[in-house]
């Protein structure tokens, strides 16, 4: 028996769409999710919330030149209604909000189209949003824009973002005033007097639950009477921001599911795109998919997250989608793709060239190398290479981009040196592309492992009285633990980290952020970690050169010296670089930079020498640097040796 068609049911101030699946009601001309009816569930969604308050896209916008990552937050409602696509096998409606010059000040200047799909024996729906800025308009910024669904509390209490992330989440009445105890800044509270009280005395942040892009692809709640799940899909990447490891936010105590498309979280203003007076800019977010599934009463409810994966994968192999029905969206055969193989050349490390084993590869719009992380205007596609350093790229926009690379275990970004024309349906071979990483001699020695993370590092575990249940046991999962910060004045009470080469262990010896020092509950200091080395010779008059990788850093100045604590000025200052807030937020990674310091051999002496890192801001608990990977190469040796 086939499934039932779907139906298009249109009122005065609202639509449904009903595929006998289930039943999605939108307001009209709004195009806001009112209603979900499923599986015997009236409304999955909150029905004591207002009815803009249930399921939405909104963004934040500012004027242009604003500094930050405020603005002004707008639900995104629809003037007109219209339908694209109404046969037993599809339905696609959209929703449309329109600029002119009247508005201006008052209203983004954007025309927003909101559509929603629903196809004939899927449980589920699709949404995706056109953003079009017209060339004669004024600029703006947008700090974020993303799709919310608001779910009802007395049903969805299960959360799952990951298979070693997933609990009864609070309630969010847990985190009024008299059932919890604020902490350091708004979105932590202490759980202290919760309606399950088998939380008590759980730390609750929402931040807590982000991941990276490339991980981001599903996550949502279970209700389990009935048995029910509510799950978020992303299947690609290429209309979010900030390339694969950009971080973001998942589902949290609501219940509420996030459809991330642009935000700050762990960049800062970097990656707020800022669209200029006069400049044309279009782009797709989307589509995403909203899937709904169901399992008898008497199966396990974590069934359902499972499904939930295996749909997911569905998803991914299914982009592109070939039923959105806008021109604004391609099709498989209007795309191109991009193959090739990524080799490594260090002839410190290896006279042969190397294969770019698990590199990070992709397109994105024209800039400097490690230009991508901060990029926000355009689409970005990446893939990881196989052990060979081979890659293909497939299902790439028609446009102009370059070719970008990061391998693991090598420090720097890849560019390729020819800007890249994908046309529909080309198939660009590449052939072997070769990466240089900075070098300049060999390694005398090197802490962690540059990976553009942290995490190799030194995470303490948390005070005991704030800790978060579903991280606990899980070393790769402690950084996520609130008040870490804190714990470095508690392991280096009275003077700073001393890191020994040849005898510390970055596993066990280096904090995984150089963080303030606290010295009551209102004041900081900053801190200077020394790294002590010997020498058994020194070229006086060579130059060494020391490699600073960071994975983070928050409002921090990094300052180097050698062997003299007190040199002013210092041989390097960074100046102050970053708005990660990766710390605060229970991220072990940020924005990229990387440094080289020149390091005169006449600074250096035969035997034991200290290099000082300094980080002096100290206004608040979280201004920090987070090391990815230090290295300190000699002199490169003379041609005749």
């Keep these: 028996m086939s499934p039932m068609g779907v139906t298009l049911q249109i ?72 339908v694209i696509v109404e046969d037993e096998d599809q339905v696609e409606i959209s929703f449309t909000r329109s600029w002119n010059p009247s508005l201006q000040g008052k209203q983004v200047p954007l025309n927003i189209d909101k559509r929603f799909i629903m196809l004939r024996g899927c449980s589920g729906f699709y949404s995706y949003g056109i953003y079009e800025h017209l060339q004669d308009w004024p600029g703006f910024n947008m700090a974020e824009t993303r799709i919310a669904f608001k779910l009802r509390k007395d049903k969805f209490q299960y959360m799952a973002m990951a298979d070693d992330r997933q609990r009864i989440m609070p309630m969010p009445d847990d985190r009024l005033q008299g059932r919890c105890q604020p902490l350091a800044y708004p979105e932590a509270v202490l759980l202290t007097k919760p309606i399950n009280s088998d939380l008590k005395g759980e730390v609750d942040d929402k931040y807590q639950y982000s991941c990276d892009d490339k991980d981001n692809k ?88 499972e499904d939930a994966k295996a749909q997911m994968a569905i998803e991914v192999e299914s982009w592109p989608y070939s039923f959105p029905a806008s021109e604004d969206f391609p099709t498989t055969d209007e795309r191109g793709s991009v193959s090739g193989t990524l080799l490594v050349k260090d002839p410190y490390i290896d006279e042969d060239y190397m294969s770019a084993d698990s590199a990070y590869i992709g397109l994105a719009l024209p800039g400097d190398a490690g230009s991508w992380q901060r990029e926000s205007k355009g689409y970005q596609f990446w893939t990881r290479t196989d052990e060979d350093g081979n890659f293909t790229i497939s299902d790439i926009r028609a446009g102009n981009y370059n070719l970008y690379a990061w391998v693991p ?139 600073l990788a960071l994975a983070s850093a928050t409002v921090a100045e990094l300052q180097v010296r050698v062997n003299d604590p007190k040199a002013n000025p210092p041989l390097f200052s960074s100046g102050v670089i970053g708005k990660d807030n990766s710390l605060a937020r229970h991220g072990i990674h940020g924005l990229y930079w990387l440094y080289t310091v020149d390091v005169p051999g006449s600074l250096l002496v ?28 000699a002199p490169p040796p003379s041609p005749s040796k």
């Design 11 to 82: 009122q005065d101030t609202h639509v449904m769409m009903d595929n006998g699946l289930l039943q999605v009601t939108l307001s009209n001309p709004g195009g806001l999710v009112t209603g979900i009816r499923f599986n015997g569930i009236d409304n999955v969604l909150e029905v004591q919330n207002e009815e803009g308050n249930r399921g939405y896209w909104d963004l934040v916008w500012a004027d242009p030149g604003s500094a930050g990552t405020k603005g002004i937050f707008d639900v995104i409602q629809g003037t007109s209604f219209n």
């Design 218 to 305: 599903v996550h949502g709640w279970i209700c389990t009477d009935p048995r029910v799940g509510f799950w978020q899909i992303t299947p690609s990447d290429e209309f979010r921001t900030g390339g694969p490891v950009k971080q973001n936010l998942t589902s949290h105590v609501g219940p509420t599911t996030l459809a991330m498309f642009v935000s700050a979280h762990y960049s800062g203003e970097d990656l707020v795109p800022k669209i200029q007076d006069k400049e044309p800019w279009k782009k797709v977010f989307g589509p995403v998919f909203i899937y709904l599934n169901w399992a008898m009463e008497s199966d396990d409810p974590l069934s359902l997250w």
């Design 409 to 547: 275990g090598f420090i720097g970004d890849y560019k390729y040196d020819v800007d890249i024309s994908i046309t529909p349906g080309c198939d660009i071979d590449l052939g072997g592309i070769v990466y240089e990483p900075p070098r300049d001699g060999p390694t005398l020695w090197e802490i962690g492992i540059p990976d553009r993370s942290a995490a190799e590092f030194f995470v303490p575990d948390p005070d005991p009285k704030y800790i978060n249940k579903v991280l606990v046991n899980k070393p790769d999962l402690r950084f996520r633990q609130y008040g870490l910060w804190d714990r470095y004045a508690e392991l280096y009470p009275n003077t700073d980290l001393v890191y020994t080469v040849g005898v510390s262990d970055f596993r066990k010896d280096w904090f995984f952020a150089q963080v303030n020092r606290k010295k009551d509950s209102k004041t900081y200091q900053g801190t200077t970690w020394q790294i002590v080395f010997n020498l058994d010779e020194v070229d006086q008059s060579g130059t060494f050169k020391l490699r």
């Design 606 to 633: 035969k035997g034991n020498n200290t290099i000082f890192l300094t980080q002096p801001r100290a206004a608040t608990p979280w201004q920090n640097i987070m090391y990815d990977y230090i290295r300190l190469e």
